[in-house]
C-alpha cells in the first residue's frame, strides 16, 4: 500500500509544472553555458525559468482558495 501512494505521488509530482519549470531553471542555464552563451543571457534564462515556477505557484494557490 506503501509502495502504490509513493508511485502516485511521485508521479504527480513529476507532471506538475512547478517540477518542470524548476528542473528547466537548473538544465536550461547550464546547456548555455555549455554552448559558450554569455553570462547575461543565461543569467536572464535562470530568472525567467525561476519566476515561471513561482508565479505556476501562485496560481496553483489561487485555485485552492476558489474551491473553499
Do not use: C
Request: no cysteine.
Amino acid at each position: 500500500m506503501k509502495n502504490w501512494f509513493m508511485n502516485i505521488l511521485v508521479k504527480k509530482i513529476f507532471h506538475s509544472r512547478k517540477f518542470i519549470f524548476a528542473i528547466s531553471s537548473i538544465i536550461v542555464p547550464a546547456i548555455a553555458n555549455a554552448l559558450s552563451v554569455d553570462e547575461e543571457t543565461s543569467r536572464n534564462l535562470f530568472v525567467a525559468l525561476l519566476s515561471l515556477a513561482g508565479f505556476q505557484g501562485l496560481a496553483d494557490f489561487g485555485k485552492e482558495a476558489k474551491k473553499k
